[in-house]
């Protein structure tokens, strides 16, 4: 398991899985923005 998981590492899996997590959590923290502050208060 321990090998497994040092050559997923080692492919760079990891790197992209984090790059679009933080693009993701971005993406979130703006229509979040959008919605509370443009939208609600119209409603």
Do not use: S
């Not at 080692?10 to 693009?23: A, E």
């Amino acid at each position: 398991m321990i090998k497994e998981f040092k050559e997923y590492n080692m492919r760079g899996d990891v790197l992209n899985h984090d790059v679009g997590d933080v693009i993701r959590r971005a993406f979130t923290c703006i229509v979040d923005h959008g919605v509370h502050g443009g939208i609600t208060p119209l409603i």
